[in-house]
C-alpha cells in the first residue's frame, strides 16, 4: 500500500522507476513530490494548462510510467502521436479538462478520465502500483493528477467541479441478497414473430397495432412463471425486451442486449439466416459468454418448413446448438399457435436459476432508459429498467442531463405502482426534460442531483466546444494546404480547385420529430447514411413529440425538411409550413422515410447526361461556296448511312472514333432545297456554319439527343 501523505509531506514509496532496469535513469515519488511541489508565491499548487511549465518539465524525463507507455491508445498499437502535414503543420488532439477531486477511488477515476477501467488498472499495475489497482481503492489528488496526464488529460483539482452522482458500490456479499427477475431480450431479424410471439405469452395483441407490422420501439413487461413443486430458487417472473427487427434500429438492438440476462434469438422456420440475424449473433460474441442464449425456432407450424437445415445454417455461424452437441438450447416454437412456449419458459427459468441472479432491493437505484417520449397530460415520461435498489415515488432521480422527481410510476399493463424493484420494467413521470434512451438513471437527494446536472452540462459544453475548435483547426490546416500547393504549381492549381470550391458539398437539411427518443435515435442513425460525395443528410436537431411552431420557423432558417416519426402534425403547423415553403415528411414506417429522403438527395445530386443518336451521315466530298464579300463556306457532300438526319436535333463530327466539334447545323440542302430531315440512303450537303470548318473526307456526323437522368446515389 502507498503511504497517503500527510500535508506539505510526500509519499513515502520509491518503487516508481523510469525505465526497466535499475541502471537507466529513474524518478522516484520523493523527486515527483519536489518538482511539482511549488511555492506559494511562484504559481498555484494547480494550475490551469497554460500555467503548467514546471509540470512539463519534469514529464519530459518521466512521470509514473516508463517512456515506452505514453499514452492509453499505445498499449495497443504503435508510437504515433503527430500527423506532419507537408513537414511544416503538427496537428494535435485538442484536449478537454478533467476536474479531479482531493480523494477518488479507482473506478470513479476511471470514469473521470472517460477509459475503460482495466485500461487505468493496467497502467497502473505497470507503475508498480499493483496493490493500490483496486476498483475501490481511493487514491489522492497527486496520483489521480499523474495518472491523468499519462492518459493524455488536462486534470484540474476542484471538488466542486468534479462533484457527479456514481453507481454504488457492488455488494461485498451477493450470496445474501435475493434473487431478481431474468432480463430476456427477444431478438432476431424483421418479421420473424418475434412480437407475435410474446403476444402469446401475455395473451396481448400488439403486433395488430404496430405500423406495418413492424416493431419500432422497445418493449418491456413481466410474465409470471409458475414455479415448479421441487424447485424454490427459481424466478417467479421474468421480463421480457422485445426488441425491433429492422436494420436502421441497430442501436437500439445493442442497448436492449447491453442491459439483458438472457437473449432469445428467434429464427423463422421458413425464413433462415437473415441479415439482423447475423448482426444478433455478432452482439452474443461481443460479451464473450457472459449473456445466456437461447434459439427459439418460429413459424414451425407452417407446412413445408425443414428445421434441420435452419439449425445447421446456425451451426454454420457458429452458434453451437445442443443438438449438435453444443451448449446452447434450441426450442421449436410457433408464436401463432402457441406450440412449444411452456419449454421455452422452463429453459429460460433453467438458465436464469443457473445464472443466480441477484440484487440489493433496497437502497438507492441503478437502471438505465430503454424509451423516453413526451405523454399528454405527464408530460416527459421514460421506460426505466431497474437493475438494482428501490426506486420510490418522491425520489430524486438523474440521468443524462435530465432530472426528475418521481411522481406516478406505472407497470407495463398501465397499473400504478409504489415502488419499483430489480428486474421491473416502469414507466416513470416526473421528468423536467426528455431523457434520452440508453442513459444510467442514478439516485441522489436534491442538492446532489442539482450539483451534478450542473458540472454535467458544463462538460457537455466544453466538449462540445473543443469539437468546433477541431473543426476550426481543420478547415484552417485545409486553407494552408491549398495556399502552399498554388505556390508550388502556379495558376494551375487555383484554377482546377475553384470550381470545385464554388460547387461545394450539397446538404439535405433534416429536423427529426419522433414519438419516443429511442425511435428519434434509429431514425438519425438511418438517415445519415445516405448520400455520398456530392450530396449529404446533416441532422440539425432531434427531439421528441409533435411538430411544432418552433421546429418550422428553424426549418425555414436553415433552410431545412422536417421529417416526423410516429408523431402527429397539426392542420395549423401544416398551414403555416406551407407558407413559409417548408417541405414536412412524416411517416409510422423508417423504411419510408428512408426512400423519401433518398428521392431528396437524388434530387440535388447533378444530372446524369446522356446521349441517344439518331442519325449518322458519312462526308463524301466537300465543296468551298463562294459567299458576299469574298466570304467562302465550305459545305460536306454527304450520304446518310444510319437513322435521320435532323436538323433541329444537337450534331457533332467524329473523326477516327474522337468527336472534334460539337454544336448545331447551319445549313441542310438536297441540290439547292433547304430541308429539315434526310433520311437513310439520302445525299445531303451539311454545314456547321462559320464556328466550324475543319472538315475531312471520311468524317462522320451524328445527330443526337441528350438525355437527363436523376443522379445515383
Request: charge should be neutral.
Amino acid at each position: 500500500m502507498l503511504d497517503q501523505p500527510s500535508k506539505g509531506q510526500p509519499p513515502r514509496d520509491s518503487r516508481l522507476l523510469n525505465g526497466s532496469s535499475e541502471n537507466t535513469s529513474r524518478i522516484t515519488v520523493q523527486e515527483v513530490w519536489e518538482r511539482s511541489t511549488l511555492d506559494a508565491s511562484q504559481k498555484p499548487r494547480y494550475a490551469r494548462p497554460d500555467q503548467r511549465s514546471s509540470r512539463t518539465a519534469y514529464k519530459e524525463r518521466g512521470t509514473l510510467l516508463s517512456r515506452g507507455y505514453r499514452d492509453d491508445a499505445e498499449l495497443d498499437q504503435p508510437q504515433k502521436q503527430v500527423k506532419k502535414v507537408n513537414k511544416n503543420v503538427v496537428v494535435k488532439k485538442v484536449s478537454a479538462d478533467v476536474f479531479i477531486p482531493s480523494t477518488v477511488s479507482v473506478g470513479t477515476l476511471a470514469r473521470l478520465l472517460g477509459v475503460r477501467l482495466e485500461k487505468l488498472q493496467q497502467k497502473m499495475r505497470l507503475s508498480g502500483m499493483s496493490e493500490e489497482a483496486e476498483y475501490d481503492h481511493v487514491l489522492t489528488s497527486d496520483y489521480a493528477v499523474l495518472l491523468a496526464e499519462e492518459l493524455g488529460r488536462n486534470p484540474i483539482v476542484n471538488d466542486e467541479a468534479a462533484f457527479d452522482i456514481y453507481p454504488p458500490p457492488p455488494h461485498p456479499n451477493p450470496s445474501i441478497l435475493q434473487s431478481r427477475p431474468p432480463v430476456v431480450t427477444i431478438m432476431g431479424h424483421v418479421d420473424h414473430g418475434k412480437t407475435t410471439l410474446l403476444d402469446t405469452l401475455r395473451s396481448a395483441s400488439v403486433a395488430k397495432g404496430e405500423a406495418g407490422g413492424i416493431t419500432q420501439h422497445i418493449g418491456a413487461f413481466s410474465v409470471p412463471v409458475p414455479v415448479s413443486s421441487g424447485s424454490t430458487e427459481g424466478p417467479r417472473s421474468i421480463t421480457f425486451l422485445d426488441t425491433p427487427g429492422h436494420a436502421a434500429f441497430s442501436a437500439m438492438r445493442a442497448r436492449g442486449a447491453g442491459v439483458t440476462d438472457i437473449v432469445v434469438l428467434v429464427v423463422a422456420a421458413d425464413d433462415g439466416i437473415m441479415p439482423q440475424t447475423k448482426e444478433v449473433i455478432n452482439l452474443i460474441k461481443k460479451d464473450g459468454g457472459k449473456v445466456g442464449v437461447v434459439v427459439a425456432i418460429n413459424k414451425v407450424d407452417k407446412p413445408g418448413v425443414n428445421v434441420d437445415a435452419v439449425q445447421k445454417a446456425l451451426l454454420a455461424e457458429d452458434v453451437q446448438l445442443e443438438a449438435f452437441g453444443g451448449d446452447i438450447p434450441s426450442v421449436e416454437v410457433s408464436g401463432l399457435t402457441g406450440h412449444g412456449l411452456p419449454t421455452l419458459v422452463e429453459t429460460l427459468s433453467a438458465i436464469a436459476e443457473m445464472q443466480d441472479l441477484r440484487a440489493e432491493r433496497e437502497g438507492p437505484i441503478q437502471g438505465y432508459v430503454l424509451e423516453s417520449k413526451v405523454h399528454k397530460g405527464l408530460g416527459p415520461v421514460a421506460t426505466v429498467l431497474i437493475l438494482r435498489g428501490s426506486l420510490q415515488t418522491g425520489t430524486h432521480i438523474i440521468s443524462g442531463l435530465s432530472q426528475a422527481k418521481v411522481r406516478v410510476m406505472t407497470d407495463s399493463t398501465g397499473a400504478t405502482v409504489k415502488a419499483a424493484y430489480p428486474g421491473m420494467a416502469i414507466t416513470v413521470s416526473g421528468w423536467k426534460s426528455v431523457p434520452n434512451a440508453g442513459d444510467e438513471v442514478l439516485q441522489g437527494t436534491e442538492v446532489e442531483v442539482k450539483k451534478a446536472i450542473a458540472n454535467r452540462e458544463r462538460k457537455a459544453e466544453i466538449e462540445a466546444t473543443l469539437v468546433d475548435v477541431e473543426a476550426i483547426n481543420a478547415s484552417r490546416r485545409q486553407e494552408r494546404e491549398k495556399r502552399i500547393l498554388e505556390l508550388e504549381l502556379g495558376g494551375e492549381a487555383s484554377k482546377q480547385t475553384t470550381p470545385q470550391t464554388e460547387e461545394g458539398l450539397k446538404e439535405l437539411r433534416l429536423i427529426i420529430k419522433a414519438d419516443v427518443s429511442g425511435s428519434a435515435e434509429a431514425v438519425e442513425g438511418a438517415l445519415q447514411g445516405i448520400g455520398n460525395k456530392e450530396a449529404i443528410t446533416r441532422v440539425l436537431s432531434s427531439g421528441v413529440g409533435d411538430v411544432s411552431e418552433s421546429d418550422v420557423m428553424m426549418a425555414k432558417a436553415i433552410g431545412g425538411t422536417i421529417v416526423g416519426f410516429s408523431v402527429k402534425t397539426p392542420r395549423a403547423i401544416e398551414t403555416l409550413a406551407a407558407q413559409n415553403g417548408v417541405p414536412i415528411i412524416s411517416s409510422n414506417i423508417i423504411y419510408r422515410l428512408m426512400e423519401i429522403v433518398k428521392e431528396k438527395i437524388i434530387a440535388l445530386l447533378p444530372v446524369i447526361i446522356e446521349t441517344r443518336v439518331t442519325g449518322e451521315a458519312t462526308v463524301l466530298q466537300l465543296f468551298d461556296i463562294q459567299l458576299k464579300a469574298k466570304q467562302t463556306k465550305r459545305v460536306a457532300g454527304c450520304r446518310v448511312t444510319n437513322g435521320i438526319i435532323e436538323k433541329v436535333r444537337f450534331a457533332r463530327l467524329v473523326r477516327n472514333g474522337t468527336v472534334l466539334h460539337e454544336g448545331s447545323l447551319d445549313t441542310m440542302r438536297i441540290l439547292k432545297k433547304d430541308v429539315t430531315e434526310v433520311r437513310k440512303g439520302t445525299e445531303c450537303g451539311l454545314c456547321f456554319g462559320p464556328t466550324f470548318s475543319d472538315l475531312q473526307e471520311g468524317d462522320v456526323i451524328q445527330m443526337y439527343d441528350k438525355i437527363e437522368k436523376p443522379g445515383i446515389l
